[in-house]
């Protein structure tokens, strides 16, 4: 009986020695590929997380530099920030921060910069949204109407449509254009939530233009529709 058992677990050995011998390298390669990712995936992890913490603290200062008022150093974070972190969230935030101080300060091209960079940079189409916006804006207010529209080209997250058009609304009426203003006031009037305030605003707009929205969402009403 032990004889046969020994045969049978010599037999075994042959058999793994010689799948082994086999299939050895590639096992061993593939075991090397996978701890490899898991080391790098890690790594990333941790990369990503050393990224945001300090991208954190400079946004601190940013914010700190603000409220101070410092314009010299806004500059030098804000580009200290967009040097090393641009592909963080705090990076965007502090686009649209600082472009808002340099309004107030009257910087207005250096607002203009900064917001394209967060509309151009950003992967967070919130972020873009916002920045596109407030752009338009800028221009809307120096009187570049056409600058204005270019910037509300395209598309834009399903939160952000109804600001979009009303926005839109704005420039057409400033060039006289009151067929396609009427138009986007339309659209956003629609877009945007009943119980919104905003949406109150849109409706003044529309019946300065002659469109009494009230009146017409009753007989609407009546009718069913």
Do not use: C
């Not at 790098?40 to 990224?51: A, E, G, H, K, P």
């Not at 607002?111 to 960079?117: E, I, R, V």
């Amino acid at each position: 009986m032990a004889n046969h058992l020994d045969l049978e677990e010599q037999e075994q050995l042959d058999q793994i020695k010689h799948f082994w011998k086999q299939y050895g390298n590639a096992i061993t390669w593939a075991l090397i590929v996978i701890l490899a990712g898991f080391a790098s995936w890690n790594f990333y992890n941790y990369w990503q997380r050393s990224q945001a913490t300090q991208a954190a603290a400079l946004f601190d200062e940013v914010e700190r530099s603000i409220q101070a008022g410092d314009m010299a150093k806004i500059d030098r974070v804000f580009t200290d920030m967009k040097e090393r972190f641009a592909s963080t969230s705090y990076a965007q935030q502090s686009g649209l921060l600082v472009a808002k101080q340099y309004v107030v300060a009257g910087k207005l091209d250096a607002a203009k910069s900064a917001l394209t960079w967060v509309a151009e940079k950003s992967s967070d189409a919130g972020y873009q949204s916002v920045a596109k916006l407030r752009l338009s804006g800028l221009f809307m207010e120096s009187k570049n109407y056409d600058s204005a529209l270019s910037q509300l080209s395209g598309t834009f997250p399903a939160g952000f449509e109804a600001l979009v058009a009303d926005r839109k609304g704005d420039i057409l009426m400033l060039q006289g254009n009151k067929p396609l203003a009427l138009a986007e006031y339309e659209k956003a009037y629609k877009l945007f939530d009943a119980r919104a305030e905003y949406r109150r605003l849109v409706e003044v707009k529309l019946n300065a233009l002659g469109v009494d929205v009230q009146a017409r969402d009753q007989v609407a009403t009546a009718n069913g529709k």
